[in-house]
Structures are given as C-alpha cells and as structure tokens.
C-alpha cells in the first residue's frame, strides 16, 4: 500500500515538472523553448511516427542546416501538443515545431522559418495550414501557390508570406 502511495506521488510530482516546464512563455508571449548552444536554429519537432510527410518536412529543414530533434506522438499526446500551445483548430496540421520561442505548425519552408525567427515578430506562431502539394514533404504535380499564416493568443492571424512553389 505504502509502495503505492510512494509510486502516485511521484508520478504526480513528475507530472507537474512536465506541466510547469511548459507554462513558461517567452516576452513575445510565444511559449518558451529549451535553448541549445546555437538557439536561432534549434527547432523540436512533434509528429506522429508513421507520417510520411512530416518525416520529409524534417529532411528538408535539416538539409536547410537547422539542428532537429524529433518527439514521435500518438494522435491524442500530439493533439494535447497542439493545444496546449495555443495553435487554432483551423490551422492545425500534421505536425507542431518548436524554435525560438515560437510555433511551428505546418510544411512551413525552411527559408520562411529563418527569416521568421530573425524578424522575431510579436506573434505566437506561424502556420501553413492545409498541407498543400508543392510544400516542403508535400512535393508532387501541380503544386499551388499557398499562404504562411502568423497567429496570436488573441484569436488574430496575418498572411506572413505567400509561397509559390511552380
């Protein structure tokens, strides 16, 4: 009974770490992410195991020079990602990132995220919702022109960029 008690309490403890770990929020109001040596090109991916595309999306923003780390999630872990870091039901895709303080959501092309993360606009986020064909990991015929979104915790949301890939 005792070993129990012992095991609950320190699976709550352990939860609350993980809980407070991503409560912080950066001074833009963008949730905070763990800083590595070279923090401008760390981003941390959150996708589900079997995903294609999200693996494609990870070749090319590594081959872009980016330091990846990758967390594979159930549907559910990576839903519960997603909410908790405030990104819109409506731009929501198959795969979260994280990088300098901001979230990643979406085929976002790797030179969008870096000119993104040097203007380190007052945002949440960026997005591409959709995951349309011509994206990066979304490569195949008839690629279409689509739109980089910016969001808020406010609910508001800018085009940050147009992207034609033809």
Known sequence: MNRMKLAAGVL??????????FRGSAP??????????????AIHVY?????????????????AGFEVTVENLSNADLAAVKQSHGIPVELSTC??????????EGHIPAEVIESFLE???????????????????????????YHVITFDGEGNRTIYREVDPR
């Open 12 to 21: 709550l403890v352990g939860g609350l770490a993980v809980v407070l770990a």
């Open 47 to 63: 996708k589900t195991e079997t995903c294609g595309c999200c693996g494609l999306w990870v070749d090319h923003i590594k081959a």
């Open 119 to 145: 203007e380190a606009p007052e945002v949440r986020g960026i997005a591409v919702p959709g995951m349309p064909i011509g994206s990066p990991g979304m490569e195949g015929p008839n690629p279409r022109p």
């Open 95 to 104: 795969h979260t990132a994280l990088a300098g303080g901001y979230v990643l």
């Open 28 to 41: 833009n109001g963008a949730p905070e992410v763990a800083e590595t040596a070279d923090a401008g090109t």
